[in-house]
């Protein structure tokens, strides 16, 4: 990451821990999983756009996108149009800061993805332990040249509409998991 990206970020978390900002959102709303933040490592993003030969000049939407740091990354090092939907109101509220302050083509929305209207070209959605209600939600989007790059789980293991176009094997801090490139027949 161009390196005042990252200090920015750094900067701005210096007396916040993004683990416990999910963790008390998540309480506060009622929720009974409440330790379900993690961030994707950026090699691994760059990995991922290279194995699955996504354009550059492609809309990438991170799904539950925590502090920003992939669509902040993906904006500075390649100048791509990149967004994060995320329901922690602090999170985008941060990353939007950081993105204007430095030019950057990428953008934060505060909402729940579920509610998200506008086709993207790519969807990236790290969520190991998502409902099997959210997913089977997510599946049933009408949006049919989306490529949604999953964690863990196939979309083809919920809805016969999907297939998979590629996976890889990527290293997370907790471990090795298959990430799936997926799109509709
Ligand atoms: C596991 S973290 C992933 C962060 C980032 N995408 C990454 O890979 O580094 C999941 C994030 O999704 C957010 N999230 C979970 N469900 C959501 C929903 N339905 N709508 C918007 N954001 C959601 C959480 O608040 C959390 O910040």
């Keep these: 990451m161009v390196n005042w990206v990252e200090l920015s970020l750094k900067k701005a978390y210096f007396f916040k821990n993004p683990y ?16 379900l933040y993690g961030e994707t490592p950026l090699p691994l993003i760059d990995k991922i756009l ?31 149009r990149a967004y994060g939907v995320e329901e922690v109101a602090e999170f985008v509220v941060i990353a939007n800061q950081i993105a204007v302050k430095h030019h950057l083509s990428a953008r934060f929305f505060c909402q729940d993805y579920l509610d998200w209207k506008i086709e993207p070209n790519y969807v990236y959605l790290y969520g190991t332990c ?6 089977e939600k997510l599946v049933k989007t009408s949006w049919k040249k989306t ?10 293991d919920y809805s016969d509409r999907f297939e998979v176009e590629k996976k890889l094997v990527g290293v997370y801090p907790w471990g090795e998991t298959d990430i799936f490139l997926n799109r509709m027949k």
Aim: aromatic share 18%; no cysteine; glycine share 6%.
């Design 130 to 135: 998502l409902e099997d209600d959210i997913i």
């Design 50 to 80: 290279q194995d699955f030969s996504v354009p550059k000049n492609a809309t990438f939407f991170d799904f539950g996108s925590g502090r920003g740091h992939i669509p902040l990354y993906l904006a500075s090092k390649y100048k791509m």
């Design 20 to 35: 416990r900002m999910v963790r008390r959102f998540l309480e506060k709303r009622g929720d009974k999983e409440v330790y």
């Design 147 to 156: 490529k949604w790059i999953t964690v863990s789980f196939p979309f083809s």
